[in-house]
């Protein structure tokens, strides 16, 4: 497991042109912040990443077809729309019971309610979240967005390798905290340099 780990942290240096690649996809997740468009670009990249992988090539691939980049990044937003959609409805619904009790017990019914809503919202939310890596590979595999909703399909993939697959996905989360807590860090850098390293850092993680 240590092999394989280590092997999968350095896998987007063994590229010669690692720099050039990694600088691309850090300067347009930098302006996506606030310019939605080249989030769909580093989106579309990373599918392409991971449909490399699955074809078992060991480069990482060109920066080059931004229009395919484009519509490949637009339909993965939607894959992680709809499997993200349901929890964030029900934590919007959980909003309103307690917008009706404000500063009320936490035991009236209200609260109760909003309580046991926002903990399904949770739920959800991360149920969403582990079905999603699964999700875009089988897309990426059949080239078919339909793939990506076989639900049934998904399930039996992953209790099939229920092991590696769960230390993927614990592995994601893990990143996340740790890319949230290393950005807060880097917030009293000057300049942005503090933002544009945590997404050099977010970007390179993706890749891994």
């Excluded at 240590?2 to 999968?8: A, C, G, M, V, Y």
């Excluded at 392409?48 to 691939?61: C, W, Y």
């Excluded at 939607?78 to 499997?83: D, E």
């Excluded at 019914?109 to 739920?123: C, E, H, W």
Aim: charged share 10%.
């Amino acid at each position: 497991m240590q092999h394989d780990l280590t092997e999968s942290i350095n896998f987007p240096r063994t590229d010669e042109a690692f720099a050039k690649k990694t600088g691309i996809g850090t300067l347009l997740l930098f302006p996506g912040i606030a310019l939605v468009l080249p989030l769909f670009l580093v989106l579309g990249y990373y599918f392409r990443v991971l449909k490399d992988g699955l074809e078992s090539k060991t480069q990482l691939p060109e920066w080059d077809q931004f229009g395919r980049l484009f519509i490949q990044g637009l339909t993965c937003f939607a894959v992680l729309l709809v499997y993200m959609l349901p929890g964030s409805l029900l934590g919007a619904v959980a909003l309103i019971p307690g917008m009706a009790m404000r500063g009320g017990s936490i035991f009236e019914p209200q609260n109760i309610l909003s309580t046991f809503l926002k903990m399904g919202a949770g739920v959800l939310c991360l149920v969403g979240q582990a079905l999603i890596p699964m999700a875009l590979a089988r897309f990426a595999h059949t080239g078919k967005l339909a793939s990506a909703f076989q639900i049934k399909e998904i399930i039996e993939q992953i209790k099939a390798s229920v092991s590696t697959y769960g230390k993927l996905v614990i592995a994601l989360c893990v990143s996340s905290v740790v890319i949230g807590y290393v950005g807060r860090f880097l917030t009293a850098v000057p300049f942005y340099l503090g933002t544009f390293f945590t997404m050099a850092l977010a970007f390179y993680t993706a890749l891994v």
